[in-house]
């Protein structure tokens, strides 16, 4: 079993930035492709960005093309969200998932994803 836990949500003001952390723990991390999805009130969870097992392959939402980066390091087992240009549109509770998988294709479905963080709130202010 993989464990996820998100790191690095809070508040900031829109124009801002913020970098989320996600640490894995059970399995080898290094063949899970990763991602990070997103959740309001109300609202079902939307895909933000995923990174395949090497890096090699990376996708994005096209709500955060550009202003958004994913990375890993296999080392320490981390993967990254930098989240720049902040808009209130993008406070929700951001979720770090694991989709254990041949190849390590990233996806931006939910389903395909295996093992969920507990989630990590971030607030952009006006």
């Known amino acids: 079993q993989e464990q996820l836990v998100e790191s690095g949500g809070g508040l900031v003001q829109a124009g801002g930035s913020l970098r989320l952390s996600c640490a894995a723990s059970g399995r080898p991390f290094s063949s899970s492709a990763m991602g990070w999805f997103r959740q309001t009130p109300g609202k079902e969870r939307e895909f933000v960005a995923a990174i395949s097992d090497n890096a090699g392959s990376t996708l994005y939402a096209d709500s955060v093309k550009g202003r958004f980066t994913i990375s890993r390091d296999n080392t320490p087992n981390t993967v990254y969200l930098q989240m720049n240009s902040l808009t209130p549109e993008d406070t929700a509770v951001y979720y770090c998932?694991?989709?254990?998988?041949?190849?390590?294709?990233?996806?931006?479905?939910?389903?395909?994803?295996?093992?969920w963080g507990q989630g990590t709130q971030v607030t952009v202010s006006s």
């Open positions: 998932a694991a989709r254990m998988v041949l190849l390590g294709a990233p996806s931006t479905k939910t389903y395909n994803y295996d093992y």
